[in-house]
């Protein structure tokens, strides 16, 4: 069983619906939360990080952190056809440790 | 001026070849990775260098190579190439201390091995 779980999808929603990307852990020692997109042929980047519980909010992007389900999320909204990527929730136990991936789920705005 | 760069981003070959794959960061970083993405989108995570130290191997077949000249720099070669290490790899590089913990990638290696 893998440490992080993120369902591949391909998730399909129209443009302007809220998206929930979501990804589970079993390592309660994870305490660094980080949700990377990465559009076709490219590289990842780093889009919202977190350290422990809670949320945080960029813009339209909001990340959620609940330590005792073991579970985060990513919410957009007003979602555009240019958030159509794939997403990766990544993490960590210390703040330079390895970081452990999801597997990506792949989003597509409808316009 | 691009942070983390990758050479060639496209590498078609014959299996049992050997290649290389060199990678450039500018951001002053510390510590360099080497990625393999497979079909699936799946990061593994194959090396880590800080300070020119070998700081993390995952079980990765010793055909696997990592050379790193300076800390700006992090070259991969990979020996007798095989169907299975067809992929794309990325680099990436970080600051250790930094407080969000970012990695930045480069745009990615497209290794097809025939």
Known sequence: ?111 | DTAVSQTPKYLVTQMGNDKSIKCEQNLGHDTMYWYKQDSKKFLKIMFSYNNKELIINETVPNRFSPKSPDKAHLNLHINSLELGDSAVYFCASSQQGATDNEQFFGPGTRLTVL
Request: net charge positive.
């Open chain 1, 1 to 111: 069983q893998k440490e992080v779980e993120q369902d591949p999808g391909p998730l399909s929603v129209p443009e302007g619906a809220i998206v929930s990307l979501n990804c589970t852990y079993s390592n309660s020692a994870f305490q660094y939360f980080m949700w990377y997109r990465q559009y076709s042929r490219k590289g990842p980047e780093l889009l919202m990080y977190t350290y422990s519980s809670g949320n945080k909010e960029d813009g339209r992007f909001t990340a959620q952190v609940d330590k005792s389900s073991k579970y985060i999320s990513l919410f957009i909204r007003d979602s555009q056809p240019s958030d159509s990527a794939t997403y990766l929730c990544a993490m960590s136990a210390w703040r330079n440790n390895q970081l452990n991936w999801g597997a990506g789920t792949k989003l597509n705005i409808k316009p």
